[in-house]
């Protein structure tokens, strides 16, 4: 059972208090967009092994969205932060490089 | 025959008798034995019965290793299946069955698959039941069904009398495992002032040292071990738990104990189990080893038990297996039971040594006592049926012939010892093999990882591989002051120094003797709880199974309720010699929790009975509990489905209670109804994109049906929307959807649009609402007086506030059942006085107050759509007819871009029509409108289904509402609906989905 601490209410939360909400970052298409962009934005998601951006609600807590970029593998946590942002902090990603030289996510590095 | 000796046991209170009872027989032992310790006492070898041949069955192990004395415990509400002997302690008062016995422990006819054994060879299931086919329903399951399983499962209406409960626990250091390592790792870490949970799956403190003695720090071990508890005792920051299992850890320092409080003593009061759901910052395992068998011919037979545990009897309890005791082993640490035995006063006739040159010091001791010691033998075969009676043995490295016969009662056999590493692995620790020591051991260089990325589970002690007391402490002492660090804390530690004599090392022997033939390797057993024998291993390595996991599935290896702890080394052991290859490669099957079996009841915790899950209720539900309701679930609400009457079925109420509301007034509490605000200066901007609808232009003051859509177009929920001032709008949802409605708008609030400014607030459980509807509905609000509730102030799909009989309302002039309708919100806690109220005036009008089903009936008479009945997850409002409410002006809302896919669009798409049964009848829920011809299945095609059915007592007659193909453009067409029974066919014709006035000239007066 994971703990993330939650950016907006600063509780370090176990998973039962969390609501996971899938992948972070995502791009929304709407009206006017092409099948393959629309098709993308609803049904293709990232599967690594390794990093991984994540959507979060401290759904019996604050009831705040969050993101977490974690190791799906070792599940160690980078860090957690606002999900009013297009991406990552850099703080989180050079806390990433440190541990996983070379690494990307998507367009992220 | 195994006795109670005269003197010795150290765990016993002589002076205290217990009564037990076991297989219908009474015994009695002491205070301080356990139910195997007590049994083994009175002489009572035999305790079970294999689960594959049935083979007579007795006590191998002293501890949770044990495979084979499982017994059914207590009886009634009490009773208990598949308890291990060996970790019961004695009551008063006991009583215990043997398993898997039939029709008697003592003979059993199932041992005559013993004889057949050699058919009953690994994957004999597999192979022997797979024809004929017809067979397996008629004769092959039966007769497994009835011979599966061991203990008896508890009787289904029994309720367990006993309490159980959880615990949270934070601490900086968990230690598992209250031996002489976990003791040291304890103080160590405990002395850096970091917050410590010691816990013991034992009553007993020390571990293995107890037995085997040694000294530490110039002081005998058992002395050291009860000045190390002392101190921890009284450091305020240390929490000892003894009888406190580490059963499992998980993700981020999460571990689950499991506390037996009562096991031993049933009549203290309190929770029987506690379940402790630890968080800690660091984990530190030490949770010692367990000694392995060695694979001999007959080492199954009642009277073959581990070394240690034969050693531990003697010693702890007093219990002698046999007056003859033939040791035999492949290491050193087995002499230590020829000598407690020696010191007992019983004869060790033969120590059998497998390694060509011996022992080291231990085995000069026991030749200096006199015990003679063979080496380079092993046993041939063990002679006996429900108990020893000889052995045969033969050089190790022969094929078996006998050089001597030993008249014998008992058998201690040592294969060596395996590190308890499951904990480490629960939650990905690796493992390696230690060539020289002949086990798997931690590899502190592949930890399991907490969330910092670092190392949260260490290992300390035997289960780290350091058997040697000294070296044990040394390890423990190290491995304290590592994990109090990582959790923050600096320690300066000094380890204490244990005596120690080197031991010669281990001689791995996987079979017994090296070369011995088929015949004893068939009843050369690995597990013997599940009756796998080296010649299955071996069988199974030759049809193919190189996979570690796929052989222990195969023969069973290892899958009994002792999860293979005994047998899985030596079982592995055997396939990678069978496969060629080393031991590594083959690898270990999957650690997983818990350790060992933790009761139900601790898992449930207080979650039973009333509080298993919370309901909610409306400021009305006392009224409608003393009032006949019949309950139905809604979300977690309780709502009445109907008021039943005395004397009168649930479907007469329903009826009733319809024909009231459509005659005269009827009354419904709908304060589950989701009740959300949304309020700002881009409040407007926000409901058009949440809903189909637009919304920013409802006028104040108006109320407007609403449609919510996910992003994949599908509907998701609707409800009346009305626009309360300039920035605030309240959404209504349905009852089930509050909280997913509000969690599904924030989510797109918070995460897409976190720039507008809006805020949102569920607010369902401020208000109570009734819906007062039908003919009379105007009549009894212009009683109560008030506020002006005519068809000029508060015209349909309009709300205002006010004030009716003194109670300030909101009303709103909306109707879903078709009917001249207000909903009333007042504040929660003035609901109950206000349903009260309506239902003291509203008698003159025989006020009748309704349930859900009524609800249903009369918007399906009407034709309208319920969440959950016309909608299923893959149904978009434009199968429902409902595209007046999609907006086309507006260039985006949740939903619009899905609509315009292909599939969204396709004309094939089902359509909502009303059905009418041809004979009047009421169609079957869930029916399918069938088609001609077949599809690639084989099964019927079909063209429509059933989505909401009813018998409306408005018009007497089935009414039902579903999707067919093309079904608007087919009206009055006559398709056939199949029945349960799938066969007989029903015919309805299809019609317009309102079926009750179309023109709305009741609710618009």
Request: some cysteine.
């Amino acid at each position: 059972m994971l703990i993330l601490e939650c950016p907006y209410c600063g509780v370090k939360a176990e998973e039962t208090e969390l609501t996971a909400g899938g992948e972070a970052h995502l791009k929304r298409y709407g009206p006017g967009s092409s099948d393959d962009e629309f098709e993308g934005y609803l049904f293709t998601r990232e599967n690594p092994m390794g990093v991984h951006f994540e959507r979060w609600r401290h759904s019996n807590g604050c009831g705040k969205w969050f993101h977490a970029a974690r190791s799906t593998t070792t599940l160690e946590v980078f860090g957690t932060y606002s999900a009013q942002t297009t991406e990552p902090p850099q703080e989180i990603k050079d806390k990433i490089s440190a541990r996983h030289p070379g690494w990307s996510w998507r367009d992220q590095s | 025959m195994s006795t109670r000796l005269a003197k010795g046991g150290r765990l016993i209170d002589r002076s205290k008798t217990v009564k037990f009872s076991f297989n219908g027989k009474s015994f009695t032992g002491y205070q301080g034995d356990t139910l195997a310790s007590a049994l083994l006492a009175n002489d009572q070898m035999l305790v079970g019965r294999s689960f594959k041949y049935h083979r007579p069955r007795g006590i191998v192990a002293s501890g949770a290793e044990e495979p084979n004395a499982l017994v059914n415990l207590g009886s009634g509400v009490t009773h208990e299946p598949n308890q291990r002997a060996t970790t019961t302690e004695l009551f008063e008062g006991l009583t215990a069955t043997p398993q898997n016995v039939w029709p008697s422990l003592d003979f059993d006819i199932g041992a005559v698959n013993s004889y057949a054994s050699r058919l009953l060879t690994a994957g004999f299931y597999y192979k022997m039941f797979m024809y004929p086919r017809a067979f397996w329903k008629h004769v092959y399951e039966p007769f497994i069904r009835q011979s599966a399983g061991l203990g008896k499962a508890p009787d289904a209406e029994t309720r367990d009398p006993d309490t159980y409960e959880h615990f949270y626990a934070f601490v900086d250091v968990l230690v598992i495992g209250g031996g002489v390592a976990g003791l040291q790792a304890a103080k160590t870490a405990a002395d850096s002032g970091a917050k410590v949970l010691l816990i013991e799956q034992t009553a007993d403190w020390g571990g293995r040292s107890l037995v085997d003695g040694g000294s530490i720090d110039g002081k005998p071990a058992v002395d050291w071990i009860k000045d190390t508890l002392e101190a921890l005792e009284n450091m305020p920051n240390v929490t000892l738990r003894n009888r406190m299992m580490g059963a499992g850890v998980y993700d981020h320092g999460y571990a689950l104990g499991y506390e037996r409080l009562t096991d031993h003593a049933p009549k203290v009061a309190g929770p029987r189990h506690r379940l402790w759901r630890i968080r800690a910052k660091q984990i530190v395992t030490a949770t010692g080893a367990i000694e392995r068998p060695l694979s001999f011919a007959g080492n199954d037979i009642p009277g073959v038990m581990l070394a240690a545990a034969v050693r531990d009897y003697v010693v702890n309890h007093g219990v002698s297996i046999g007056d003859r005791t033939v040791v035999v082993t492949n290491n050193d640490d087995a002499y230590r039971t020829a000598i407690a035995l020696n010191e007992a006063g019983l004869d060790v006739p033969v120590i059998v040594d497998a390694r060509e040159f011996g022992g080291g010091a231990l085995m000069e001791q026991a030749k200096a006592l006199g015990i003679r010691v063979e080496t380079g033998c092993g046993i041939a075969k063990v002679h006996g049926k429900k108990r020893v009676t000889s052995v045969d043995i033969c050089k190790q490295a022969g094929e078996g012939a006998v050089l001597w016969s030993i008249p014998c009662e008992a058998v201690a056999m040592s294969g060596g010892w395996s590190p308890v590493v499951h904990l480490w692995s629960h939650c990905g620790g690796k493992l390696n093999w230690d060539d020289t020591q002949a086990f798997f051991r931690p590899d502190a260089s592949r930890p399991p990882k907490g969330d910092d990325g670092e190392a949260m589970v260490r290992v300390a002690g035997s289960a780290n591989g350091e058997l040697g007391l000294n070296a044990g402490l040394q390890d423990a002492t190290a491995v304290g002051q590592a994990a109090a660090a990582a959790a923050g804390f600096e320690v300066a530690a000094v380890a204490p120094q244990a005596a120690e004599e080197p031991e010669t090392p281990i001689e791995p022997i996987w079979q017994m003797p090296q070369g011995a033939h088929y015949g004893l390797r068939l009843k050369s057993w690995l597990d013997f709880q599940n009756d796998v024998k080296v010649s299955d291993v071996q069988l199974a390595a030759q049809e193919g199974y190189e996979s570690v996991e796929h052989t222990k599935r195969y023969t069973t290896l290892g899958m009994a309720t002792d999860q293979g702890k005994l047998s899985n080394i030596n079982g592995l052991a055997t396939l990678s010699n069978a496969l060629g290859e080393d031991i590594p490669q083959v690898g270990t099957t999957t650690f997983r929790p818990p350790y060992t079996p933790i009761s139900m009841g601790a898992i449930a915790g207080e979650a039973r009975g009333e509080i298993f899950q919370p309901i909610r209720k409306t400021p009305m539900h006392a009224w409608h509990e003393a009032n006949g309701a019949h309950f139905e679930p809604v979300g977690h609400w309780r709502r009445p489905y109907a008021f039943v009457k005395s004397g009168e079925s649930v479907k007469e109420a329903v009826h009733r209670e319809v024909l009231a509301t459509r005659n005269s007034l009827g009354l419904l509490d709908a304060s589950t109804l989701g009740k959300i605000i949304v309020k700002g200066p881009d409040a407007g901007k926000f409901m058009d994109m949440m809903y189909t609808n637009m919304m920013s232009n409802l006028k104040i003051g108006k109320c407007r049906y609403g449609l919510m859509c996910t992003e994949n177009g599908f509907l998701t929920d609707d409800g009346v929307v009305a626009r309360i001032d300039e920035d605030t709008w309240l959404c209504h949802t349905t009852t089930g959807g509050a909280d997913r409605i509000h969690a599904h708008i924030e989510e797109w609030l918070q995460t897409e649009w976190w720039d507008w400014k809006v805020y949102t607030a569920n607010i369902t459980e401020q208000l109570a609402q009734v819906a007062v509807v039908g003919p009379n509905a105007r009549k009894l609000l212009e009683k109560l007086g008030g506020m002006d509730v005519s068809k000029e102030a508060l015209p349909f799909m309009e709300w205002r506030d006010g004030e009716l009989g003194g109670f300030p309302v909101r009303a709103y002039r909306i109707s879903f059942s078709g009917e001249l309708s207000y909903e009333i919100a007042v504040p929660a806690n003035l609901g109950r006085a206000f349903w009260d109220k309506l239902l003291e005036a509203g008698a003159e009008w025989n006020v009748t107050p309704y349930g859900t089903e009524c609800l249903h009936i009369m918007r399906a008479e009407k034709g309208f759509i319920m969440i959950g009945d016309e909608t299923d997850g893959t149904v978009i409002p434009q199968d429902l007819g409902l595209n007046w409410a999609i907006s086309k002006k507006k260039e985006d809302f949740l939903g619009k871009r899905a609509q315009q896919r292909s599939h969204m669009t396709d004309p094939k798409r089902w359509k909502l029509v009303g059905l009418e049964t041809v004979d009047g009848s009421t169609l079957p829920d869930g029916a399918y409108a069938v088609a001609e011809g077949k599809n690639a299945n084989g099964q019927r095609n079909t063209q429509g289904r059933v989505t909401s059915t009813y018998h409306s007592p408005t018009l007497n007659k089935g009414i039902a509402m579903g999707l067919v193909l093309n079904g608007p453009d087919r009206m009055g067409e006559v398709i056939e609906f199949a029945a349960v029974d799938g066969e007989t066919m029903i015919g309805a014709k299809i019609v317009s989905p309102v079926f009750f006035d179309p023109d709305g000239e009741k609710q618009n007066v």
